[in-house]
Each structure stands twice: as C-alpha cells, then as structure tokens.
C-alpha cells in the first residue's frame, strides 16, 4: 500500500476508484500491459486512482508486472495533476458521482470501476523539454 | 524559356548567401530543351535554386542543418502522419458507433460483435516500438496537430509505446 507520484508510474486492479475534477473518454486502444482492447479515459486536474481490489495473477503475469514496475496492491494508489486511465471495454459505464466541495473551492467526480484498471501519470511536455534532443523544440499548444 | 547552366544556380546561391562552391566536372546533365525549368526557394532557412526538366532536378542551395535534417526526414514524417491521420479516423469510427449505441440505433450486443469482428477499424493499434528519432520527428509536429496536450497523448496518435517513450526519457538523461 503506497502511494505514487512520479511521471509514469502505473497501477493495475481487477477494481479501482477514480477520483478527478474531470473525466474525459477519449478512444478505444490496445492496453500497454497486454495489449487487450482498453477504453481510455483521461483524467485531470488533480485526480487520483486507487486499486480497490488486487487482479489474480499467475507466475508469468506477475513477474510481467514486476519487470515492467507495475503496483497492483490493495491501496495502491496514484495521485497527480493529469492520469491516463485504462478500463475493460467490457466495463459498463462508469456511473460518475459529482461531489460539491471535494476541495475547499471545487467539486469532484467520483466513481469506481468494476472490471481490470490501468492508471498511469502522464509525462507532461515540459519535462520533455529537458531532454537534450528536445531542446530545441518549440512547444506551443495550438488552441 | 530561360534556361540556367548550373554555374549560374551556384552562383546565384552564392552571391546570396556568401558562399563559395566547388563543382563537380559532372554536373550538367539537365536536359536542355523546352520542358526544363526554373525554380528558387528562398527564406530565412532555405535558398535554393535550380533547374528540373521531366526526369530530373537538379539545384544547390545553403540550408540551417536543422532544416537540411528535416528535408531527410520528410518520408518518415510522411508515414507517421499517415499513421495519426488513420488513428484519428479509428477514434471517429468508435464514438461513431458508441452514439449509435447510446441512441439504440445498435443492441450492446451487436456493438460488442462490431468491435470484436472490425477490431482493426476501431482500436488504436499497440505501440510500437519508436526510436529517437521518430519521437524527435512527433515531437516536433505535435504543437501543430490539435488536442495533443501531452506527451503520452502523443504517444497514442503516433501509435508509440509506453516504454518507447519510457526509455526516450532515460537515455534523453544520460546526455
């Protein structure tokens, strides 16, 4: 049970909860883990995922997740300002609750998966931009 | 039709930009006859001037090397912009089919079938392992394609995978 912070970092559960300020489906991709079907999700804005419920694994499926650094016990959590969140395309709807006043100023969704979970902190472009090959690149948003 | 010896484009480019060349003993081939043109690029990266007929172009010029980099690198632009353009096209096609779900134009059912059976028209295909470069070549267009706010949103339009950009981040340190 420990909590993660660093640019990505990735959870794994069988079930999760999601806490965000903003919660966007985005598209329908191959997972990075094992490549099954995943529904994508980005949440921002000071946003957390936490595993609820360990996934069974095997031998094989566990030392896939150590070598790759992949945290999948109960409690485990992520915190951060923006998390890319994987969800079974067999997961029904996420079910959003709004929370008013989940911090002093703002409300927040929260929700709960029931079907396998990644989450994993997203690399922002600005670390990019120390890299010695990016440093000349001009990062500006187009709006 | 004017017609320039490829003395002349070296000259011309070097009286633009300071420059002296050495040219080749073999280094007038351009047909010359009515099909071959003229034609100049110039600004503040690139001057080039040449001449091409049907089959051939021939030019010189001074260039920055990082835009002389970027003229290698353009077939390799071209296929990954190739593969964003299509994995923008799958995005469209799953929330296509997902309002479709939602306004019960299609049973779960069949929604789930449709996926399973057209995966390839629906979901973002696994990352593939990127090099330097090609993240260096995402990297740079990237600012100029919508709704890419983050590296990682990079990562998916370009079809890169997660420990692609991983071991970027790490190698990019050691420098």
Redesign the interface.
């Known amino acids: 049970m420990a909590e993660f912070i660093k640019e ?1 970092d990735m959870i794994e559960g069988a079930k999760c909860n999601i806490y965000a300020r903003k919660l966007l489906p ?5 997972d ?1 883990i094992t ?1 099954e ?1 995943m529904k ?1 999700f ?1 949440l921002d804005l000071n946003c957390s995922v936490e595993v609820t419920q360990e996934l069974p694994l095997d031998d094989v499926d566990k030392s896939l997740r150590d070598d ?1 650094n992949i945290h999948g016990k109960i409690g485990d959590k992520l915190k951060a300002d ?1 998390i ?1 969140l994987f969800v079974d ?2 997961c029904k709807r996420l079910k959003i609750e709004v929370k008013e006043g989940a911090t002093s100023r703002h409300g927040a969704s929260l929700t709960s998966t029931d079907k396998r979970t990644i989450g ?1 902190i ?4 600005k ?2 931009e ?5 440093k ?7 709006k | 039709m004017m017609k320039l010896e490829t003395e002349e484009i070296v000259d011309s480019v070097a009286e633009q930009g300071n420059y002296s060349f050495i040219i080749s003993s073999d280094a007038d081939s351009i047909a010359k006859d009515d099909s071959a043109t003229t034609f100049t690029i110039d600004n503040d990266d690139v001057k080039i001037c040449g001449v091409k007929d049907e089959n051939v172009a021939k030019f010189a010029g001074i260039a920055n090397m ?1 835009t002389f980099d970027n003229f290698m690198k353009v077939q390799r632009l071209s296929e990954l912009l190739l593969r964003a353009v299509n994995n923008r096209t ?2 469209r096609n ?1 929330f296509r089919i997902y309002s479709e779900l939602l306004e019960g134009e299609l049973s779960e059912d069949e929604f ?1 079938k449709e ?1 399973d059976t057209n ?1 390839d028209n ?6 593939e392992c990127a090099n ?1 470069e090609d993240i ?1 070549i995402a ?2 267009i ?5 709704d ?6 990079m990562a ?1 339009l370009f079809s890169f ?3 692609s ?2 071991k ?2 790490s190698d ?2 050691i ?1």
């Open positions: 990505g985005k598209r329908l991709e191959k990075p490549n079907d994508v980005e790759n923006a890319r395309r067999k994993f997203k690399h922002s472009f670390m990019y120390t890299l010695f090959w990016a000349k690149v001009e990062i500006k948003q187009v | 990082s799958r995005e799953y789930d996926i995966g629906y979901v973002i295909p696994a990352g330097m260096g990297l740079k990237s600012p100029s394609i919508k890419v706010p983050d590296v990682d949103e998916s995978s997660h420990k950009i991983q970027a981040i990019g340190r420098y």
